[in-house]
Nanobody, 121 residues
Framework: VQLQASGGGLVQAGGSLRLSCAFS????????MAWFRQAPGKEREFVTR????????YYVDSVRGRFTISRDNAKNMVYLQMNSLKSEDTAVYYC???????????????WGQGTVVTVSS
């Protein structure tokens, strides 16, 4: 399994970005997918998770209502729509995959390389 995250960039506070994560490998639909982030000087943290079929999602409180995770199993893609961005959302964002990945856990099997999101205030 390989994961390739993209879509990061510089955006003003209040703006929006859409991150994408391309999954390479077999049986994408067998994997739960998640987004994590790591802000400068801080530990990596869980942001959101989506179930294999996309019917169940989980968000940390700090992004709930502003971020939306989605997936397209036909295209082997997962997305993170980020709206109403705040300066505290500035971080490197990583996508991850695991057949049994759990919300809030950092113990996910496969990781992408990260894409940088910078929110200017």
């Amino acid at each position: 399994v390989q994961l390739q995250a993209s879509g990061g960039g510089l955006v003003q506070a209040g703006g929006s970005l859409r991150l994408s994560c391309a999954f390479s490998g077999r049986a994408f639909s067998y994997y739960a997918m998640a987004w994590f982030r790591q802000a400068p000087g801080k530990e990596r943290e869980f942001v959101t998770r989506i179930s294999t079929a996309g019917g169940s999602t989980y968000y940390v409180d700090s992004v709930r209502g502003r971020f939306t995770i989605s997936r397209d199993n036909a295209k082997n893609m997962v997305y993170l729509q980020m709206n109403s961005l705040k300066s505290e959302d500035t971080a490197v964002y990583y996508c991850a995959a695991d057949e049994s990945g759990r919300p809030l856990s950092l113990d996910w099997k496969y990781w992408g390389q990260g894409t940088v999101v910078t929110v200017s205030s």
